[in-house]
């Protein structure tokens, strides 16, 4: 798997959100986050772990984006297909490149609107000051971005597709290695260090998330940091993880039993494989996001109508979790190239169990990225 | 070291912000983003790796935080010392938790005004668009922080102090095993997994951040992500890394030369040392940000007054980088308690050389919290 997109990958993405522009009354889109920027740009760092520097990208109604960035970036901006690149010397206390971005948004969109993404699953990355004096510097209104970056993203092109496959097919021989590493006796801390080990040593980037639990019987909450405490049989271990390649996701997860299931986490683990089969069934062109929302729901709660998760799955790729989601209110209609996790929980003695897989939709079946878990759930 | 804080560590910070609020006039403080809900609550999940939710706690002007947060955090927040816990079943496109914080901060701050972090270093962690809405179903106005959560978060108590120790610990046995992973002829991503599992192995529950060069001499950028060539004799190795234990960050580097090092990248090394052992020397109460900037780059241009990085330093702790910065603009007064990194970087004939340790600000001499590097570069 080759890294990076050839230069058309981003003229074609470029092409489509100025069409879209167009439709929208857009002069220009505004860009601040690291996904957003990446989209259009290519610019791969780990340096937005840094909350310090704020980093622009604007999309003019034609002609390439530009991109205002601190100097520090300039070496590895130039080395992308953005040639209008214009810096400042961050941090600066007294104007953090918002004169120069207020500058290039007067010379592209000197009227007219700015489109900035406002909706759900986005943020503004830059101080509330800032953006404060970016309003009273800019000529053009700054508005919503209609929804824009939202509809670009969430279709995914082939090599991106890619990307998210290979890292699906790192996490999962991570996966296949866990007996080897998650014994009784073994505290949970120490899993979750050798897990993110497995899964460097597997070929992923790095490991930006990884949460789960392991408790008798189920668990009962599935964001908190492991415990110190040792893995006892009876457990189920659940282990959940968004690893990169690329700059790309998988986010998907595993349950193990420590020693023989109880006949519930039998029962609910097979339950769960079959919810997530029916949801991939009915993921294909034109079904909505609720459609397979509601096949999981059926199954793993008779149709209540979700949980406290709130959803049952969501989209996937430059982030760990995207637009869609997978819920009742959800009425996303589903694409061809839409990357999908499909993660029902269900309800269990001892708490919960979740499962989760990672699928595409495509102009058929949908097709897995991720190895379908078996029915039968591991025991170690 | 023991995990998490007592009780009186978080009732002692909100004692100290509702001072502040009583003098700026503030009627509650409106968190939203990981470091400050985490900084008055305890909450501590790689959660919010997901973009999905926004969290909310309201820091009142008298009596404990209130949380304002998705349903899916409800077990997690329940076992901080928070018992105002007010949940939502997010998402929910509809209204995702903004009617709840309206009636929250309604109630809490009726009259008055109400306090969003908006400086340097900060965002705001919710949609644009809903974060006009709430402007508009609040009664009391939304203003900035007046600085608070800087000026009480740039100060850290003993038991953070510690954390950041143990981490620095951790990472310097990791860079202790270099010679064991980096030699001639392996990639440079390669040695970046290898250095990352390090880390982990070392007893790091995450590693947020690694960055790094290699090239002949010197390299010519710091935040690109690591390339496929393999170490060649001559190149200078710099690895650069921000891990996590407990919460809390270290951010310290280490620079190695593959084979003899030629003689001015020997001396440019010895330099960015003494350099360090410079600003870290006058790093005491009463001395500004500016004098340890000042007192690097006189050693390392000359005083020239910087480079394209735009700092020779930051403050450092529940992010890889917190205020102040050490540049000739910052005038912050360092106080005892403060947590800073010393990041000098000098001009070399294959492009630059960029060293850097932690320190914390005592009431006498500053104290290293990386055990400082030798002025000879290391050769592997």
């Not at 109604?61 to 590895?76: E, H, K, R, W």
Request: glycine letters at 12%; proline letters at 7%; a negative charge.
């Amino acid at each position: 798997m080759t890294r990076g997109f050839d230069r058309s990958e981003y003229v074609d993405r470029v092409a489509r959100a100025q069409g879209r522009m167009a439709d929208a009354g857009l002069a220009a889109l505004l860009l601040t986050t690291e996904p957003e920027v990446r989209y259009f740009t290519g610019f791969l760092t780990r340096f937005w772990e840094s909350p310090t520097r704020p980093w622009f990208v604007v999309v003019p109604a034609s002609g390439p984006p530009i991109a205002v960035i601190p100097s520090i970036g300039q070496a590895l901006m130039a080395r992308t297909w953005i040639t209008d690149i214009r810096t400042w010397r961050a941090p600066d206390l007294a104007d953090d490149g918002i004169g120069l971005l207020a500058d290039t948004l007067n010379e592209v969109a000197a009227t007219g609107a700015i489109g900035l993404p406002d909706g759900h699953e986005t943020h503004l990355r830059l101080p509330w000051s800032d953006m404060q004096r970016l309003i009273g510097l800019t000529r053009g209104a700054i508005t919503g971005d209609s929804g824009i970056l939202r509809a670009l993203r969430m279709v995914k092109s082939d090599a991106e597709i890619g990307k998210i496959g290979t890292i699906c097919a790192i996490a999962a021989r991570a996966f296949d290695r866990v007996p080897d590493i998650a014994q009784q006796g073994v505290p949970l801390d120490t899993i979750f260090r050798r897990f993110q080990m497995l899964g460097l040593q597997e070929g992923a980037d790095w490991v930006p998330y990884l949460a789960g639990a392991a408790d008798a019987g189920g668990y009962s909450d599935v964001i908190s940091p492991a415990s110190g405490a040792p893995l006892q049989a009876g457990d189920v271990l659940m282990l959940d993880t968004g690893m990169v390649w690329d700059g790309y996701f998988c986010d998907f997860d595993r349950n193990f039993s420590i020693g023989p299931p109880a006949p519930e986490v039998r029962s609910a683990h097979a339950t769960l494989i079959d919810a997530t089969e029916a949801a991939a069934e009915i993921a294909r062109p034109g079904a909505t996001a609720a459609d397979v929302f509601h096949a999981m729901d059926r199954i793993v709660t008779g149709g209540a109508g979700g949980s406290d998760a709130g959803r049952l799955g969501h989209g996937l790729g430059m982030q760990l979790t995207e637009w869609p989601s997978l819920m009742a209110g959800d009425h996303t209609v589903l694409e061809p190239g839409m990357v999908l996790t499909l993660e029902p929980g269900i309800a269990v003695p001892g708490g919960t169990l979740v499962h989760e897989e990672n699928i595409v939709i495509t102009t058929g079946a949908s097709r897995f990225l991720t190895p379908l878990a078996n029915r039968e759930i591991p025991v170690i």
